[in-house]
């Protein structure tokens, strides 16, 4: 099993930056690659980016590039999700996620095997 914990969340002004971390731990060694989903209140689970653990191209959702860049310290089993230019759109709930295997298509929930508990982004016009 793997563990996750989110940090960093709180409430910032549009156009103000947050940084997000995501610590795994308990069996990091089969975790294959991490990310970040988000969801605000009545809408779907979004996918937001994620990052292969041995590779440097991560993924992005439409809504977050040029915006948004995902991290990572392997020897720290630490992923982080740099918010710059932020929106009240981007208010919601953000989910760390790990996954044991590269198959799957990275922006399905059903891809992702660990979920942490979330962490609260709120941005105000």
């Known amino acids: 099993q793997v563990q996750l914990m989110e940090s960093g969340g709180g409430s910032v002004s549009a156009g103000g930056s947050l940084r997000l971390s995501c610590v795994a731990s308990g069996d990091t060694d089969s975790v294959n690659s991490m990310g970040w989903f988000r969801q605000a209140p009545g809408k779907k689970r979004e996918a937001v980016a994620s990052i292969y653990k041995y590779g440097e191209n991560p993924y992005y959702g439409d809504s977050v590039k040029g915006r948004f860049t995902i991290s990572q310290d392997r020897a720290e089993n630490t992923a982080y999700l740099q918010m710059n230019s932020l929106i009240p759109e981007d208010t919601a709930m953000y989910y760390c996620?790990?996954?044991?295997?590269?198959?799957?298509?990275?922006?399905?929930?059903?891809?992702?095997?660990?979920w942490g508990q979330g962490t609260q982004v709120t941005v105000s016009s």
């Open positions: 996620v790990a996954r044991r295997f590269t198959s799957g298509v990275w922006d399905s929930t059903k891809t992702w095997d660990f």
